[in-house]
């Protein structure tokens, strides 16, 4: 979308010359030639300054250069408002978020810490042993939400408790997450780290 945004800019700051150069050169060289101003070489600076200011005060030019100049403005000024309200939201943006939770047996989870976390909630799939009864969880998922908008250039989930559990980080943006492991947790602390670096 920004390719295509420079390219409508820069196109037609290129084509509003090229489109009108050229006639504006024609009607001055036949109003010129209407004027006689080639039959006397003597009075061409005064019939050229003659000749501009007829063209200046013609409706169909002031008509053609009000389009061109509008089109100009308006391509560029949006450019520029939507920069400007990039830039705005970079500044309003808070340098991470992070949360910690402990997985109980049977229970909700138990939220030990957080930091600029708005809410949160974590549902869980599970499968019954038709012939057992036995009760094992398949997969479990997690949806946070941060209460001020973060930068997401470093993330990271991780249990402190089992290091080598992999968390699957399905969606991340400025304003939510979400992630899910695809094994039993229950008893396990989790870490959930989001910041602008590392450090």
């Not at 978020?97 to 974590?122: C, H, T």
């Given at each position: 979308?920004?390719?295509?945004?420079?390219?409508?800019?820069?196109?037609?700051?290129?084509?509003?010359?090229?489109?009108?150069?050229?006639?504006?050169?024609?009607?001055?060289?036949?109003?010129?030639?209407?004027?006689?101003?080639?039959?006397?070489?003597?009075?061409?600076?005064?019939?050229?300054?003659?000749?501009?200011?007829?063209?200046?005060?013609?409706?169909?030019?002031?008509?053609?250069?009000?389009?061109?100049?509008?089109?100009?403005?308006?391509?560029?000024?949006?450019?520029?408002?939507?920069?400007?309200?990039?830039?705005?939201?970079?500044?309003t943006l808070e340098n991470g978020a992070s949360l910690s939770l402990i997985m109980m047996q049977g229970q909700d989870?138990?939220?030990?810490?957080?930091?600029?976390?708005?809410?949160?909630?974590?549902?869980?799939?599970?499968?019954?042993?038709?012939?057992?009864?036995?009760?094992?969880?398949?997969?479990?998922?997690?949806?946070?939400?941060?209460?001020?908008?973060?930068?997401?250039?470093?993330?990271?989930?991780?249990?402190?408790?089992?290091?080598?559990?992999?968390?699957?980080?399905?969606?991340?943006?400025?304003?939510?997450?979400?992630?899910?492991?695809e094994q039993d947790i229950s008893g396990v602390a989790i870490d959930v780290h989001i910041s602008k670096s590392p450090l």
């Amino acid at each position: 979308m920004r390719f295509f945004g420079l390219l409508l800019r820069w196109t037609v700051a290129a084509a509003v010359p090229l489109i009108f150069i050229p006639i504006i050169g024609e009607f001055a060289i036949d109003l010129a030639r209407e004027h006689g101003l080639y039959e006397r070489p003597s009075e061409t600076a005064e019939g050229v300054m003659t000749a501009i200011q007829g063209l200046i005060h013609n409706p169909l030019y002031q008509l053609c250069a009000a389009f061109a100049l509008g089109l100009s403005v308006g391509v560029w000024s949006h450019w520029l408002a939507s920069r400007m309200d990039r830039s705005k939201v970079v500044d309003t943006l808070e340098n991470g978020a992070s949360l910690s939770l402990i997985m109980m047996q049977g229970q909700d989870p138990r939220e030990i810490s957080k930091s600029n976390i708005y809410r949160w909630f974590v549902f869980q799939l599970k499968n019954k042993d038709l012939l057992t009864g036995a009760v094992s969880t398949l997969s479990t998922h997690f949806f946070v939400v941060f209460e001020r908008p973060i930068f997401t250039n470093y993330r990271r989930v991780y249990s402190p408790t089992n290091p080598s559990m992999y968390f699957n980080i399905l969606d991340l943006s400025p304003r939510s997450m979400m992630f899910t492991v695809e094994q039993d947790i229950s008893g396990v602390a989790i870490d959930v780290h989001i910041s602008k670096s590392p450090l």
